[in-house]
């Protein structure tokens, strides 16, 4: 008789006499799968909006010119100078067009674009309110920051006499798309602006600040003629963000910094995050993988004089631990499936009873088909795993010694 039909007979037999064993350890496993699976899509679903609300409205890399210290001609060993530090002012990159096309060349990195961001006054009646005025180039601004998806009125074309800015501003000068609002410079230097489109990025207070406009004007308006004070990047990974930036400041000597810098506290938050994650997911392993050992490792003790025949009719020890591997096998491919089934009932009864502050879906009833696979896989491995040891030793029983217990 061929192996696997003799084994796999065995097996189902000792799984249909101890059902209420199959059925517990089948249930342990289930959950473990569907925990496993639910949690694993749950954190990244979380992990990836979080990202996207966060990084959506930002670039990935910022560079800058340098920031101005003083010097001295003090020797080191006069400790008692003081110096007092230098006050910044708005400074242009040095030959910021090749440093941009330096950018865009270096690997990873997807988008650049320049811009002029420097600080001013948005006037409209008697309100004068204090905003970030950023020129942009608006195409090449877009592919770093897709503002057309931020869009509550008008569109994102800065360009010309055209400004753009957010709704919370908006709201406080009484303004909509079409009307016309003053920017005002530090300096006094003014111009008169339509409003082409108003925004929402979900940050009230960006969106009480941000003004876009033109590059040309916001040079002609912050006195930097054909100067940008930063350009923006978006690259491929998010996390070699930090690798590129640290490989564009040794190659242009700007300071450069990238979102790992500037938002320490997210990444640490998503880097606990997925720690909790891995531990959760080795608990639940270890403690199917013992659910299961330890079934099986009954099972052999109560099965000696049973096994002892068995390798008395010429079952060679192959095929009696092919009778356990087959169980703890079939723990796992069982468990996984009824586990995939019921992460997707959990996952789909979380979307309706979560919402985003917009009422927007918060998380996605869909399954990561890479995650069930990889649940799946895991499982069947410790199920195999875990009946590795009781099948090796029912393999091992003496027949004589089994037969006489």
Known sequence: MPRLPFALMVS???????RMQTLLILAGVTGG???IIFLTTLISQLQASIIDKTLGSQAHIVLKAPKAANRTTLPPSQTAAIVQPRAQVLRAIDQWAAVAQLARQTAGVLAASPMLSGAGFAVRGDASLPVAMMGVEPQAYQRIVQMDKYLKAGRFDPTGTNAVIGTELAKDLGVTVGDKI??????GRSDTFTVAGVFDIGNRDLNRRWVFTSISVAQTLLDLPGGVTQIDLRVTNLFEAQGIAQTLQRRTGLNVESWMQTNAQLLSALNSQSMSNNLIRSFVTLIVAVGIASVLVVSVVQKQKEIGILRAMGASPRRIMAVFLLQGGFYGLVGSALGAALSLGLLQFFSKITRNADGSVLVSPDLDTSVVIGACV???????LAAALPARRAARLDPVQAIRV
């Open 12 to 18: 189902l037999r000792y799984l249909r006499e101890g």
């Open 182 to 187: 003053r920017l005002v410079t530090m300096e």
């Open 378 to 384: 895991l499982a069947l491995v410790v199920g195999l």
């Open 33 to 35: 799968v569907a925990v």
